[in-house]
């Protein structure tokens, strides 16, 4: 996974748009919004560590943390250049938005608490990103670590990004919040494009900035990451606020014909939750062992990300 980008295929003329300077050297810092993640923000931390390209800086945004959280990620200040923040605004898109502003990076890597990243992750996304200034965000798919049958998923997905041909990417209409990288000038030029508020998605908020500025995202399936299945495990219901930001947010942006196709979707996505969630309520993500002393803490709803 190693190999340089050279060999990409650069997109093509119509893709070509508010080309960004490419810069001799670029400074990669990775922004981790956290409220309350003392079960999850040490393996995301471990995995920023064990990369094999350093980060240039990492940002933890404290969001109004009441658990041993902080006192987690100063652990690692002697393994990595870790800086902590705080936003008193709840919400995760206040959060990001306060990481951005203190980072110093030309490339803002974004990820969950809950996020792994793989080892060539950086050198992924620096070389990826340098290879191709034209585009202004990437993101890269993410296995679940915590669930049953999740390690098939992982080898489909490492199948595919051992291909050569995964390196060229492809466009892709939206930026993922939990495995994602964007030019800090590409940000800027957008950031009053967003619509910046609770109860909608901030990962779609940014993209469709980025869109309205003449900017494209890019998917890359060689930017690999691990995630936590937890938000499947919480109830459906906590669920639905976060459902219901995908239409929303692409109603404050006037994409109305995404609107009408994401609320058809929404009762499938509403059965798959019930469905998914009836499965996984007597089993314990951090154990990964089954039993129906699992099922209270199931029955458990998480604060939404989107509150």
């Known amino acids: 996974m190693g190999t340089a980008h050279s060999r990409c295929r650069v997109p093509g003329p119509g893709h070509v748009r508010n080309t960004v300077e490419r810069s001799g050297l670029v400074r990669l810092s990775v922004v981790i919004p956290v409220l309350n993640e003392e079960e999850t923000i040490g393996g995301c931390l ?3 560590a064990g990369l094999e390209r350093p980060v240039d800086e990492c940002i933890v945004v404290d969001n109004n943390c009441t658990d041993r959280t902080l006192e987690i990620v100063r652990s690692y200040a ?5 800086r902590v923040v705080t936003e008193p605004r709840p919400g995760v898109i206040w959060a990001r938005e306060r990481g951005f502003e203190e980072a110093r990076g030309d490339l803002l890597g974004r990820i969950d608490a809950d996020t792994r990243v793989d080892p060539e992750w950086s050198r992924e996304v620096i070389e990826f990103m340098d290879a191709h200034p034209e585009i202004a965000g990437v993101s890269g798919p993410t296995y679940p670590y915590d669930v049953p049958l999740g390690d098939r998923l992982e080898r489909s997905l490492r199948k595919r990004a051992a291909d050569p041909r995964a390196r060229r990417g492809r466009e892709r209409p939206n930026l993922y919040g939990a495995n994602m990288a964007v030019r800090k000038s590409a940000w800027q030029a957008a950031r009053d494009l ?3 508020a609770t109860n909608v998605l901030e990962d779609v908020d940014l993209y469709l900035a980025l869109k309205k500025k003449g900017f494209t995202a890019w998917y890359l399936p060689t930017m690999l990451a691990a995630q936590s299945y937890r938000r499947a495990k919480a109830t459906p219901v906590s669920n639905l606020g976060y459902t219901m930001a995908g239409p ?4 404050l942006h006037g994409e109305y014909a995404m ?3 994401l609320w058809l ?3 499938m996505w509403l059965v798959t939750g019930w469905l998914i969630w009836a499965v996984l309520l007597p089993y314990d993500l951090e154990t990964r062992t089954w039993g129906w002393r699992h099922i209270r803490n199931g029955l458990r709803g998480r604060v939404s990300p989107v509150h």
């Open 265 to 267: 979707m929404i009762p």
């Open 78 to 82: 002697d393994r990595l250049p870790v």
């Open 259 to 261: 609107v009408v196709r």
């Open 46 to 48: 471990e995995s920023l």
């Open 194 to 196: 967003q619509v910046r």
């Open 248 to 251: 929303r947010t692409y109603r």
